[in-house]
């Protein structure tokens, strides 16, 4: 069965400093594949995602996410995290356009001042 | 993108009622999904509400107790039935237009007591 991994549970960075969420996924093929942030009281919003292309690409809030087929990765990066990014994090993959998604566990982001 | 608007935004309810979630979206949208978070988890497909026909059930889940109505291209209800503790969680209503991506409603938190 299709399956999103997301082995950290809780990642906590200073603020100013570099961050990486993993995400692995187990499908046959190279699905659709997003990262959505979550903030408390808030709703779930799209912060990229791949279909096909350039490995890496660039999202919103200064986050990017390479895609390794070799590694069936998509990482999520951003190069200097600030207060405001503390949330949860999910990854999501699609198998098709019709966008029924499977989530990652969720990763939780704490920012030290 | 695609406006939703998702009612009610939380409520307690006894065990054994039941408690029926509206979503409203602006636009026509191709695809409606209902999820469902549990607390601390991730995100669990319930089904595709599918316009003018019976929702489509993932496993796990049985229309007799999350019933969906989806009678046009922008509204949708999902029912929860025979309420226990066990369905406290936020129920998300999700959209696709167009093939683009999917938006996500703010969610219902619903705690049965």
């Known amino acids: ?113 | 993108s695609a406006v939703i608007s998702q009612k009610p935004s939380r409520d307690i309810c006894q065990r054994g009622t039941s408690l029926t979630i509206q979503c409203q979206v602006d636009s026509q949208v191709t695809m409606m999904f209902w999820y469902r978070q549990q607390p601390g988890q991730s995100l669990t497909l319930i089904a595709t509400a599918n316009q003018g026909s019976e929702a489509t059930y993932e496993s796990g889940f049985v229309i007799d107790k999350f019933p969906i109505s989806r009678p046009n291209l922008t509204f949708s209800t999902l029912t929860v039935s025979n309420m226990s503790p066990e369905d406290s969680s936020i129920y998300l209503c999700s959209v696709v237009k167009e093939g683009t991506e999917a938006f996500f409603g703010q969610g219902t938190r619903l705690t049965v007591v």
């Open chain 1, 1 to 113: 069965a299709q399956s999103v991994t997301q082995p950290d549970i809780h990642i906590t960075v200073s603020e100013g400093a570099s961050l990486e969420l993993r995400c692995n996924y187990s499908y046959g093929a190279t699905p659709y594949l997003f990262w959505y942030v979550q903030s408390p009281g808030q709703g779930l919003q799209l912060l990229l995602k791949y279909f096909s292309g350039d490995t890496l690409v660039q999202g919103i809030k200064g986050f990017e996410a390479e895609f390794k087929r070799s590694q069936s990765s998509f990482n999520l990066r951003k190069p200097s995290v600030h207060w405001s990014d503390a949330a949860e994090y999910f990854c999501a993959v699609a198998l098709d356009s019709n966008y029924q998604l499977i989530w990652g566990a969720g990763t939780k982001l704490i920012i030290k001042p």
